[in-house]
């Protein structure tokens, strides 16, 4: 998604559009992934990998108003919950702001610092601070790292 992760683009559908029902379709199975989809209101979490026949029963089962999470994320949560002791990791990009988020997410798919002020409608020197403070806050000096970041904390698909 060009403009918003699935967190925020799942905020805003069920913002603007309450009775809709949201499955995160995701790479990533951990816990922090799971719960801020969760939180943002999906009423399902999916795995990419799984099989097309579980995506329908996905589909079908919160169609229907229930809610649904794939095997493998149910077996991850139950393991989590059974085992308090594994601690859940605070995720790197915690530390951004939201407009932080945005730029990152933009420099991951590939932006370059004009196209990204033209898209957040701000200066170019201001994408660079962002820039250079995403790249302070997460402990990074090239667009590599941060592509790398972004793609693990799920903010773009690449």
């Known amino acids: ?10 905020k805003e ?11 995160a379709l995701s790479m990533m ?21 799984c099989p097309f026949e579980e995506l329908y ?8 108003g229930d809610r649904y999470l794939c095997s493998e994320v149910l077996d991850f949560v139950i393991e989590t ?6 601690k859940e990791t605070e995720s790197m990009v915690e530390k951004l702001t939201l407009r932080e988020l ?3 997410q933009l420099i991951a798919e590939g932006n370059t610092s004009v196209e ?9 020197r201001t994408v660079d601070i962002h820039r250079s403070n995403i790249m302070n806050k997460l402990n990074t000096r090239t667009i590599a790292g941060l ?4 793609v693990k904390e799920g903010l773009t698909d690449l």
Do not use: W
């Not at 559908?13 to 499955?23: E, G, L, R, Y």
């Not at 990204?116 to 170019?124: A, Q, T």
């Not at 592509?147 to 972004?150: G, M, N, Q, S």
């Open 1 to 10: 998604m060009p403009d918003l992760n699935g967190v925020e683009a799942t």
């Open 116 to 124: 990204i002020s033209n898209k957040l409608e701000i200066s170019k």
């Open 57 to 64: 029963n996905a589909i079908k089962k919160v169609n229907s």
């Open 13 to 23: 559908i069920i913002k603007s559009h309450p009775d809709t029902n949201v499955i």
């Open 81 to 86: 919950i059974q085992n308090p002791e594994i």
């Open 29 to 49: 199975c951990d816990e922090y992934s799971v719960k801020r989809m969760l939180a943002a209101g999906a009423n399902g979490f999916i795995l990419k990998s």
């Open 147 to 150: 592509t790398k970041l972004a």
């Open 102 to 104: 945005n730029v990152l």
